[in-house]
């Protein structure tokens, strides 16, 4: 059984800067995108940032300049790093994986999501 497990969040002020990561443990054959999300109560969960396993990135244009994503494919590992925080980056971060977990299967899986908080 794949589980993704992230660690990281916190309170923070506004400017300052955060670095998530997310560990995936169990039978893992290959990992492709890896992503972060974040949802805050009565929304929809959003793309924040995604990359691949050849390690291009592309990124929400709330966030652009300020995060940047990225991966550790020996350690099956992603990371986010926020910075120049703003209290609308309030939310829970998910980060989720793309992976073949059995020899005919690839799925989503998603970790129990961190969160990160940005007020003074």
């Known amino acids: 059984q794949v589980q993704l497990l992230e660690s990281g969040g916190g309170l923070v002020q506004p400017g300052g800067s955060l670095r998530l990561s997310c560990a995936a443990s169990?039978?893992?054959?290959?990992?492709?995108?890896m992503a972060w999300y974040r949802q805050t109560p009565g929304e929809q969960r959003e793309l924040v940032a995604r990359i691949a396993s050849g390690g291009t990135t592309n990124y929400a244009d709330s966030v652009k300049g300020r995060f940047t994503i990225s991966r550790d494919n020996v350690n099956n590992a992603v990371f986010l790093q926020m910075n120049i925080l703003k209290p609308e980056d309030t939310a829970v971060y998910y980060c989720?994986?793309?992976?073949?977990?059995?020899?005919?299967?690839?799925?989503?899986?998603w970790g129990q999501g961190t969160q990160v908080t940005v007020s003074s």
């Open positions: 169990g039978t893992i054959f290959t990992i492709y995108n």
């Open positions: 989720t994986a793309n992976i073949r977990a059995t020899a005919t299967r690839i799925q989503d899986f």
